[in-house]
């Protein structure tokens, strides 16, 4: 099967209230019009791009639009959205089976609903992604600001109708036919196959696949993505303890005790898991270590079990603006077995780091006998924490 898209991005977007065409407009540092085009460049199923632009944009276009994996090609748009997609249409290879059309101004359809949808075109003649209705549907004849109801209309039979919207090629040639009649002013490719004819199939939309026209939407769109700037808010850090294992001590580990006939040495209860996760999170804010925030040689600290140390660890990286994304740690110990006691562990550390439980991961590992952790005189911890803005 070859599949051409087609990518409309020939409106001006005045709703927007921007100076620029909006699906230039950015979304986290890359254009929302980038972002549409290189979902189709990775999506697998489709083998040549045609992008409908404003004239001026399609003469001197942005430095993303060349240079592509794919055959890409720029066509300038025509007055109405039906016109720009005929002028890409004209573009589209004789091997096109199926020809896929879709909004420059929906950047977040995933590939898996192009490929849903292409596949569905390719069997039935058409197919198009819509959602189901998922609010109470009322028709009104009324204009003006308070319109009265005519009707409610059953809502199980509604479904709003997205891009893409996939053609095999004949079906869509039949549809832009109708499209040159001046009378006719359509708002998608489906209205004129389904005026042609033909059986238009719906195939599950995505309800994140929303279309950006107001600067209300544009608001929400770029609160779902990272910027570049923001992604540099993301920090990692790492954290090591060791303590050696004397007789007559308990062995705590986050604040869980396990019977055994050693425990760490230490001022405190000496948890190498909390102190190596604390001075992980720390890192990751570049603001010291345990041993600069809570000297034991400060009466406040002396003995302050791992547990609260590692929330007051905590409360320092968040009032910098940081929280934790997920830590990692490693515990090396010959002996005793930790496995059994690992869910009370990893969900005290959960609490004390204000995440939830899948965000901590602890692994019991043993030295191979080797050296004085594999003698049994010591315990280590390795741990590794991300945080990010809040
Ligand atoms: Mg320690």
């Known amino acids: 099967m070859f599949v051409s898209a087609i990518i409309a991005a020939a409106g001006r977007g005045t709703r927007l209230g921007a100076d620029e065409p909006k699906q230039l407009v950015e979304i986290g540092g890359v254009p929302m019009l980038q972002r549409t085009v290189d979902t189709f460049v990775r999506a697998a199923c489709v083998n040549e791009i045609i992008i409908a632009l404003p004239p001026d944009v399609a003469h001197a276009p942005p430095s993303y639009l060349r240079h592509r994996r794919k055959p890409l090609h720029l066509v300038p ?14 573009r589209v290879s004789m091997a096109a089976d199926v020809v896929v059309v879709h909004d420059a101004a929906r950047p977040f359809a995933t590939e ?15 197919a198009i992604a819509a ?3 998922s609010d109470t549907v009322k028709q009104s004849s009324g204009v003006g600001e308070d319109p009265t109801v005519d009707r409610t209309l059953p809502r199980e039979r509604i479904f709003l109708a997205q891009t893409p919207q996939a053609f095999r090629r004949e079906v869509l040639r039949d549809a ?7 009378a006719i002013d359509v708002t998608d490719e489906a209205t004129l196959a389904e005026r042609a ?7 599950a939309g995505e309800p994140q696949n929303v279309k950006i026209t107001t600067a209300n939407d544009l608001r929400a769109a770029r609160g779902t993505v990272f910027s570049e700037a923001e992604r540099a808010l993301v920090r990692i850090g790492t954290g090591y303890d060791l303590h050696r294992l004397v007789e007559g001590r308990p062995f705590i580990l986050a604040d869980v005790t396990i019977p055994f006939e050693k425990g760490p040495l230490g001022h405190s209860d000496a948890d190498v898991l909390c102190h190596a996760v604390a001075d992980a999170v720390l890192g990751a804010a570049s603001i010291g270590d345990i041993g600069h925030h809570f000297p034991d040689s400060d009466e406040r600290w002396r003995g302050a079990p791992g ?9 320092l990286v968040r009032c910098r603006g940081f929280i934790v994304v997920n830590i990692d740690a490693v515990v090396i110990a010959e002996r005793p077995k930790l496995a059994a006691h ?11 780091l204000n995440v939830a439980a899948e965000a901590v991961s602890v692994k019991g590992k043993t030295n191979e006998g080797v050296g004085e952790l594999g003698r ?3 315990i280590a911890c390795h741990a590794i924490a991300l945080l990010t803005k809040k």
């Open 307 to 315: 547990l609260d140390l590692l929330a007051r660890a905590i409360d």
């Open 376 to 378: 049994g005189e010591a």
């Open 342 to 352: 690992m869910p009370a562990i990893c969900s005290n550390l959960a609490r004390a």
């Open 131 to 133: 959602l189901p209705a």
């Open 77 to 90: 748009g025509g007055v109405r959205r039906q016109d720009s997609v005929a002028n890409a249409f004209a």
């Open 197 to 203: 004819g033909h059986t238009v199939r719906l195939v």
């Open 176 to 182: 832009i036919a109708l499209a040159r009649d001046p």
């Open 112 to 126: 898996a609903l192009i490929s849903r949808t292409v596949e569905a075109a390719y069997e039935s003649g058409a």
